[in-house]
């Protein structure tokens, strides 16, 4: 498709399940980025990768959060043991090269139960 | 780190109405990023900005980045029910990861 596809755009779970996102980005887009984005608020950065390579991952809140884009295409945000604060919005920006304009997915909208 | 804030949080105009948002840095912006955001979507991108001075206009958007680039606006003329929705600055610090720093947003409705 033509801009950045993410999946689902809903998803509940139960505390302490886990859960995967999605994030197809731009093709031929290098940079992707994963940001949280609470309610009332603007995203907060959680990842960078460029192509394959994670190069920044200083947002991830803990260690139950995961991230990889192991073919520099697609990236799955990976949340172990979900907690009531991990419900947000999960955004999914990629960008051509890096200090590009970022471009979004509509997000995914995590509530943990 | 770098902090980024909004002002006005809201505001409500008439249609046709000019109005203007202001972000300011509490550190040098090397790269000002404005989008929108509707709710329950993702942010769609308007501008970018990066040298000091510099002025970009699209359509009726017309964004600053001042020349001491810490303070950008983002002025809207002869506003319409399309424009409403969340404007959120985004600033790059520089460091080198490319990571966005974002304001709060301010809520933009137009009344016809």
């Known amino acids: 498709g033509a801009g950045v596809s993410q999946s689902p755009r809903y998803k509940v779970a139960k505390r302490g399940q886990d859960v995967a996102l999605r994030c197809d980005p731009i093709?031929?887009?290098?940079?992707l980025f994963w940001y949280q984005q609470a309610l009332g608020q603007g995203p907060e950065f959680l990842t960078y990768?460029?192509?394959?390579?994670?190069?920044?991952k200083s947002g991830l809140p803990s260690d139950r959060f995961f991230a990889e884009r192991p073919e520099g295409s697609v990236s799955t945000l990976k949340i172990q043991r979900t907690q009531q604060e991990d419900s947000a919005v999960y955004l999914c920006?990629?960008?051509?090269?890096?200090?590009?304009?970022?471009?979004f997915g509509d997000g995914t909208r995590l509530s943990i139960l | 780190s770098q902090e980024l804030e909004q002002s006005p949080q809201s505001l409500i105009v008439q249609e046709g109405k000019n109005l203007t948002i202001n972000c300011t840095s509490s550190?040098?912006?090397?790269?000002l990023y404005w989008y929108k955001q509707k709710y329950g979507e993702g942010l769609i991108f308007l501008m970018m900005?990066?040298?000091?001075?510099e002025e970009k206009s699209h359509e009726k958007i017309t964004a600053k980045l001042d020349e001491k680039k810490q303070q950008s606006s983002l002025h809207i003329t002869a506003s319409q029910p399309s424009h409403a929705g969340i404007y959120l600055c985004?600033?790059?610090?520089?460091?080198?990861?490319?990571?966005?720093?974002f304001g709060k947003g301010t809520k933009l409705s137009v009344i016809p």
């Open positions: 900005l990066q040298k000091g001075g």
């Open positions: 550190k040098t912006l090397y790269g």
């Open positions: 990768f460029q192509n394959e390579a994670q190069l920044d």
């Open positions: 985004g600033a790059d610090s520089g460091a080198g990861s490319y990571q966005l720093t």
């Open positions: 920006a990629s960008a051509r090269v890096g200090n590009q304009p970022q471009h």
């Open positions: 093709s031929g887009h290098v940079s």
